[in-house]
Nanobody, 121 residues
Framework: QLVESGGGLVQAGGSLTLSCAAS????????MGWFRQAPGKEREFVAG????????YYAEPVKDRFTISRDNAKDTLYLRMNSLKPEDTAIYYC????????????????WGQGTQVTVSS
């Protein structure tokens, strides 16, 4: 089970750090990812990270602003979001990645319940 937290309301240009806590100690075996879904839009890929944390990949809209990381000793995934924009407003989800380097939601599973991020202009 994955549980996201850390969302909230922030002004444009601000920062937030999201967390995704895993209840299973097997967390460290899995590649992981973050997605987001804005109202009326499809769920879109944000970032992915290798099970070791050694490699990451990002969607173009967030590259150079967001950083995905993990602490396998704490069974926790993170997403540091800087220079936030109103278009980053969405519910953010973490999930297990079954196909490395994929940006398709079909290649991810065990979704958390999501955490709301709202960026005001």
């Amino acid at each position: 089970q994955l549980v996201e937290s850390g969302g909230g309301l922030v002004q444009a240009g601000g920062s937030l750090t999201l967390s995704c806590a895993a209840s299973e100690r097997t967390f460290g075996r899995y590649d992981m990812g973050w997605f987001r879904q804005a109202p009326g839009k499809e769920r879109e890929f944000v970032a992915g990270i290798l099970w070791t944390g050694a490699k990451t990949y990002y969607a173009e809209p967030v590259k150079d602003r967001f950083t995905i990381s993990r602490d396998n000793a704490k069974d926790t995934l993170y997403l540091r979001m800087n220079s936030l924009k109103p278009e980053d407003t969405a519910i953010y989800y973490c999930a297990i990645c079954r196909v490395w380097n994929s940006n398709s939601a079909a290649d991810f599973d065990s979704w958390g319940q999501g955490t709301q991020v709202t960026v005001s202009s």
